[in-house]
């Protein structure tokens, strides 16, 4: 048997969290096929050999570069139907929920998200989920014998060391009733390094008492390569573009290294950053409850530390 992994691509490129995907993929005893679609480059697909798949399917329709999710859909179904897929798994994204909610009803699927473990088959096919904002755990029990999981970014690390993988062309049959829903325009947030995809984030708060001190969020984000956020606050006194807020009702970040500088901590905020690999607070108020969600915390003001932080990264 095989399992089919959709592996999100941007600008031509595969997105870290689809390498995740195929790596969850890889450590189930099956072999791993992965699905691509619209304009991808050959030496791009088969690096996901890399991560472990096998065999890439490359879709190469000029109409599926715009994200169309009822279409990924129906390339989907019908990759599972040629290659007698039971088992698909993609990225927990807003690409991915929205594939992945149409591919079941297509395929009579069960669907779990925010997948965080291998699935435990001693007795069935169950799966770890994170629920609540990332506060607790449901074991769910998958019944049905097509199945559908979405990893949680971060989740699982991704494999370097696999071969090579092979590239078929695949040739799906696309009807008009697959782009009923078309997108006319797309606006893109401005930045060298986008929130979703960013692997650091420097975010800051209302403790840096206004827009003109956001240089040194800048300086710092550009010495470590990150993207920079801010909090809901910050946002709505139109400090920073609403683009840049992260939280509940904002964006939510999952990278490996996420500094929260003067942010009290809202439960809103944390909501949005519990998926992070590792949390730095910095905060001259000892009793924040950013700190209680922090790896690591600095009791001391942003405008002393921020600098010196800077000043030995050079």
Same mark, same amino acid.
């Given at each position: 048997m095989s399992v089919l992994v959709f592996a999100e691509t941007a600008e031509g490129k595969v997105k870290n969290n689809s390498l995740e995907a195929v790596s969850y993929a890889s450590a189930i005893d099956q072999e791993v096929i992965a699905l691509v679609l619209g304009d991808v480059d050959e030496s791009e697909a088969e690096s996901l050999g890399k991560s472990g798949a096998k065999k890439v399917l490359h879709a190469s329709d000029d109409r599926l570069n715009h994200g169309i999710s009822s279409a990924y859909a129906s390339v989907l179904a019908q990759a599972v139907e040629q290659f007698g897929i039971n088992l698909v798994i993609m990225a927990n994204s807003s690409l991915g929920d929205a594939v992945a909610a149409r591919l079941s009803i297509k395929i009579q699927a069960s669907?779990?998200?925010?997948?965080? #473990?291998?699935p435990d088959t001693s007795n069935g096919f169950s799966v770890k989920r994170s629920i609540f904002t990332g506060k607790a755990f449901s074991i769910v029990k998958l019944e049905g014998d097509?199945?559908?999981i979405l990893i949680k970014k971060n989740s699982v690390g991704i494999k370097e060391d696999g071969d090579g993988a092979s590239v078929e062309k695949f040739d799906p049959v696309l009807s008009d009733d697959d782009f009923k829903v078309s997108i006319k325009s797309t606006e893109k947030a401005e930045g060298d390094i986008l929130l979703p995809d960013a692997d650091i984030v420097v975010s800051g708060g209302r403790g840096l008492k206004g827009p003109e001190n956001w240089g040194m969020i800048e300086d710092l984000a550009k010495k470590l390569g990150a993207a920079t956020g801010c909090s809901k606050p910050? +946002?709505?006194? #139109?400090?920073?573009?609403?683009? #840049?807020?992260? !939280?509940?009702?904002?964006?939510?970040?999952?990278?490996?290294? /996420?500094? @929260?500088? !003067?942010? +009290?901590? @809202?439960?809103?905020?944390?909501a949005g950053i519990n998926g992070s690999k590792v949390i730095v607070a910095i905060n001259k108020d000892p009793e924040a409850p950013i700190f209680? @969600? @922090?790896? /690591? !915390?600095?009791? !001391?003001?942003a405008f002393d530390v921020i600098p010196k932080l800077i000043e030995a990264l050079d």
């Open positions: 669907l779990a998200g925010n997948v965080v #473990e291998l097509r199945k559908i910050v +946002s709505d006194m #139109e400090w920073r573009p609403h683009h #840049e807020h992260v !939280g509940q009702t904002g964006v939510k970040v999952a990278p490996s290294l /996420y500094f @929260a500088i !003067g942010i +009290s901590g @809202a439960i809103q905020h944390l209680k @969600a @922090a790896d /690591y !915390g600095i009791v !001391g003001d």
